[in-house]
C-alpha cells in the first residue's frame, strides 16, 4: 500500500474506533464461546478487528459485504448486495454474525433480512444494534499515579423522533435506533420471533452501546 494510502487508513481506522467500539467487537466474539458453531457469516467486517478476533480465536469466518475487503483472518469474502443474495448463501454456516448493520435500512426491510436469514436454516444468528433506552454507566480507575473516570448516560431519548442519518460512502446512515420513540426493545424482540427465531439471549455492552441478540433457529430445534 502507498503510503499516502497507508496513512489514509490509519487516520480512518483511529477515527472509526473508540474504546466502547473495540469492547463492542470483542463481545461479539465473546457470545459465541458456548455455542456449538464453528464457521461463522459476518456480514459487514467494516475494518476487520472482529474478522481477526474470530479467526485467532479458531473460527472458520467468511465475510460479506457490497464492496471488496481484504481482511486479516477471513478465509473467504463474498461481495454481495444484502437484498439481492439468496439464503443459500448464507446455508452451509453455523452462525450469522450481523451486527451494527440492520439500523442502515428501514426497520421493515430490516425485518425482512430477519425472515431471510431464517429461511438459510443457519442454526444461529447474534445482532446487534445502537441502544438508546434510559441507561447509566459510572467507572472508576485509582492507583498512585492517575486517576481515570468516564460517565455515559441517556435518559430521555424514549420521548425523541430518532433522525434519520445522511448517506456515507455509499451506505445509508442509521434509520432507527432502539430506545428512540416508537423503537422500544420489545419491537426488536418481536421481529426477531416474528422471523421464525428464537431468543437465548439478550444482553449490553457498556458504555451505552448496544444490544444484542443471540437467537435460534426454530427449524433446527
Not at 483511529?14 to 473495540?22: G, N
Not at 470483542?26 to 461463522?40: A, C, G, H, S
Not at 472458520?60 to 463474498?78: C, N, P, Q, Y
Not at 439464503?87 to 440492520?102: A, F, G, K, R, W
Request: hydrophobic letters at 40%; aromatic letters at 12%; proline letters at 5%.
Amino acid at each position: 500500500m502507498e503510503n499516502s494510502k497507508l496513512d489514509a487508513h490509519k487516520r480512518q481506522w483511529y477515527a472509526y474506533y473508540s474504546e466502547k467500539r473495540i469492547v463492542h467487537q470483542w463481545f461479539q466474539v465473546k457470545l459465541l464461546e458456548n455455542l456449538p458453531v464453528q464457521r461463522i457469516m459476518e456480514i459487514g467486517p467494516a475494518y476487520g478487528v472482529p474478522t481477526a478476533l474470530l479467526a485467532n480465536a479458531g473460527f472458520e469466518v467468511t465475510t460479506l459485504d457490497f464492496m471488496k475487503r481484504d481482511l486479516l483472518g477471513a478465509s473467504s469474502h463474498i461481495i454481495a448486495d444484502l437484498w439481492k443474495a439468496t439464503p443459500e448463501v448464507y446455508s452451509n454456516q453455523d452462525c450469522i454474525l450481523c451486527c451494527e448493520v440492520l439500523e442502515h435500512f428501514p426497520f421493515e426491510k430490516s425485518c425482512d433480512l430477519l425472515s431471510k436469514f431464517y429461511k438459510s436454516k443457519v442454526p444461529y444468528l447474534i445482532l446487534s444494534v445502537p441502544y438508546n433506552a434510559p441507561q447509566l454507566n459510572f467507572s472508576l480507575y485509582i492507583n498512585s499515579h492517575t486517576i481515570k473516570k468516564h460517565t455515559a448516560f441517556k435518559f430521555r431519548n424514549s420521548l425523541r423522533t430518532f433522525k434519520k442519518g445522511d448517506p456515507v460512502d455509499g451506505q445509508l446512515g442509521h434509520q432507527w435506533e432502539i430506545g428512540f420513540k416508537n423503537y422500544p426493545l420489545k419491537k426488536l424482540k418481536n421481529a426477531v420471533k416474528a422471523a421464525g427465531w428464537n431468543i437465548v439471549k439478550c444482553d449490553f455492552t457498556a458504555a451505552t452501546r448496544s444490544v444484542f441478540i443471540v437467537a435460534k433457529n426454530s427449524s433446527s430445534v
